[in-house]
């Protein structure tokens, strides 16, 4: 098992940022690769970023690229999801997810361990 726990959610008016941070629970977490997903009311849960174990990769989904950058401090044993010019429609619980295995990991089915996930609330 690797427990995960995202902290950063919150309620910020659109413009603004956030930045969501997840910690895992163990010593191998650079051997995870990492993502991002959310999951709005009424919807499915949609892929948002992945980064490999070192973090010198990274992926993002076509509606997040250029405003969300996600990042890992191995040492921290943390992955970060820093959010700019935040959007209504980025109203969501964000969830962090672990996939065993160094690359990148775009598929929910890819990943192994999930956290609780955060609510994010973006006012208009």
């Known amino acids: 098992q690797v427990p995960l726990v995202e902290s950063g959610g919150g309620l910020v008016q659109a413009g603004g940022s956030l930045r969501l941070s997840c910690v895992a629970s163990?010593?191998?977490?650079?051997?995870?690769?990492m993502g991002w997903f959310r999951q709005a009311p009424g919807k499915e849960r949609e892929f948002l970023a992945t980064?490999?174990?070192?973090?010198?990769?990274?992926y993002y989904s076509d509606s997040v690229k250029d405003r969300f950058t996600i990042s890992r401090d191995n040492a921290k044993n943390t992955v970060y999801m820093q959010m700019n010019t935040l959007k209504p429609e980025d109203t969501a619980v964000y969830y962090c997810?672990?996939?065993?295995?160094?690359?990148?990991?775009?598929?929910?089915?890819?990943?192994?361990?999930w956290g609780q996930g955060t609510q994010v609330t973006v006012s208009s």
């Open positions: 997810a672990a996939s065993r295995g160094p690359s990148l990991r775009r598929y929910e089915y890819e990943y192994e361990y």
């Open positions: 980064i490999n174990w070192s973090g010198g990769s990274t």
């Open positions: 163990g010593r191998t977490f650079s051997s995870f690769a």
